[in-house]
């Protein structure tokens, strides 16, 4: 049934490979040590920004309606958004999930935010229906 040479390439193959394994976890010339650096990057934990520092429910609001160029006072008495929590993505940047009821919208929507501070401020720079 398994011919003499599928049984010597299978034979070969499992001394190559015990023999080149312990090889594959050290640096070589062109690639530096990638354990090193990329691994450790991936493990770090997501920094979680404490609740005061996020946009404020107002903020969000007039945020999403400016980014969205909606008309805020024709509109914006009637719907509200929420900032439902947050986490730190770049040294300026944080990402939100938002909760928006809108008024020409039944129902709740939910949205995911990017917001940039800017001088003590946020500006959301990107927002996505999710």
């Known amino acids: 049934m398994l011919s003499r040479g599928f049984l010597l390439g299978v034979a070969v193959g499992c001394v190559l490979g015990v023999y080149v394994a312990p090889?594959?976890?050290?640096?070589?010339v062109g690639m530096?040590?990638?354990f090193g650096s990329i691994l450790p990057q991936m493990n770090e934990p997501?920094?979680?920004?404490?609740?005061?520092t996020w946009p404020t429910d107002d903020q969000?609001?007039?945020q999403l309606f400016a980014l969205s160029k909606w008309d805020l006072n024709r509109h914006g008495n009637g719907s509200t958004v929420s900032v439902k929590r947050c986490m730190q993505i770049a040294d300026q940047e944080i990402a939100?999930?938002?909760?928006a009821q809108l008024e020409w919208i039944d129902g709740e929507t939910?949205?995911?935010a990017v917001f940039q501070e800017e001088g003590?401020?946020?500006?959301m720079i990107a927002a996505k229906n999710r």
């Open 120 to 123: 003590g401020d946020w500006k």
């Open 60 to 62: 969000a609001k007039t």
């Open 46 to 52: 997501t920094a979680v920004p404490e609740k005061g």
């Open 32 to 34: 530096g040590n990638v």
């Open 110 to 112: 939910q949205i995911e």
């Open 23 to 28: 090889y594959l976890t050290r640096p070589t």
């Open 96 to 99: 939100c999930e938002l909760s």
